[in-house]
């Protein structure tokens, strides 16, 4: 985000609890994207004379970007709003919880940790009808309930985290001045996009760019995929099964999704370079064979953040697009999404916290990030009008048309096996295992965590 005047302005005064209407990024009431009933809604709360302590990951312009927005809740209800951003959030938490002085507010980058604190006492329940608004209000809304929900110091399962702000990775980019020059169409479900993988070898080309490598966490993107087919195969239920080890690593079901990964990874005519490549190839300079000429692929599964690492000056929607990377029609499981995102919670109850939490329930809160950069949202009442740029808005959409998501199943799996043997299973993988013996594997190193 460049930073204007304005903004400087604005972030000189979160903290101090002087946030007026005119130090707003975007004037009320002057952009009809917005939703400014909501914020207007906003003022019948007077909350002047306490203070709301928020703390989370976000640092530099990502936290500029979070205090645009609770800047609005400060002006509205004349609150005093203190963010602390680290780079350390998840040790920086624990310790401050264990200490007796935790944030009002913690902004959790994964839901394991929030989790941890909830069945240990220092999470607050969230409000009893917030599940329901939940449901009838975000996009495939029971999964963000299940997502934000956790048992209890007592077992019993409470909502404790609302999701605001998610990363999208179901996606797969390609560039359209190729597509249309071989005269390829964007697929519509898996069959399809099987069916032209396999065209595009019959007419001599490479359909594929993929590589895991990534220093010391090679092999991550390839968890991704495996996530992916995963929602694609089964029902929800299974993933879930899967990413907490009610069915172990090398059940049948496990097997298949990644035996269905290896379609795409193991064939040398699928993917540029061959397969034994893959492993080799670092994911930040896979997509480069979209870019050259002739290209050298003509897709690249990876999550939304991979754009950054296009070619300088590439422009999104002309030089390179995006399609969902789709899911079996003949499996009838709807629109699975796999992502990631914040979620927040409380973790000191006050009268402040809980009229935040709410807050997040508003349009504006949603809106004013949206029409930036970096933001996406489930929210249904959100304009989808006010993202800030094309490719926010499909990817946004991509979110609204989702009949399922699920958090990047790693992420919820114990870390010597989300971020350990799960990534060296894969690489495992696609340099000539079978996928029955990376089940194996994975499986006997989760047994030996419990």
Sequence with gaps: MKTSALTITLLASIGTGSVTASDLLFEPGKDSRFNWDSYSELKKVDLKGQTLTIAGPWLGADKELAESVLAYFEAATGVDIQYAGSDSFEQQIVIDVQAGSPPDIAIFPQPGLAADLAAKGFLSPLDEQLGK???????AGSSWVDLGTFPDQQGQEQLFGFFYKIDLKSLVWFVPENFEDAGYEVPESMEELKTLTQQIVDDGETPWCIGVGSGGATGWPATDWVEDIM????????????????????????IEAIEDFGWFVKNDGFVDGGARAVAATDFRDSPKGLFSSPPRCYMHRQASFISS??????????DADFFYFPAYASKDLGKPVMGAGTLWSITNDTPAAREFIKFLQTPIAHEVWMAQSGFLTPFKSANVEAYGNDTLKKQGQILLDASTFRFDGSDLMPGKIGAGAFWTGMVDYTGGKSAKEVGDFIQSTWDTLK
């Design 133 to 139: 608004w939940v449901e009838e209000n975000y996009a």
């Design 309 to 318: 690492f296009f070619p300088e000056g590439s422009e999104l929607g002309v």
């Design 231 to 254: 929602l694609r195969l089964f029902e929800p239920t299974v993933y879930d099964q899967w990413t907490t080890n009610a069915i172990p690593f090398n059940d049948d079901k496990v």
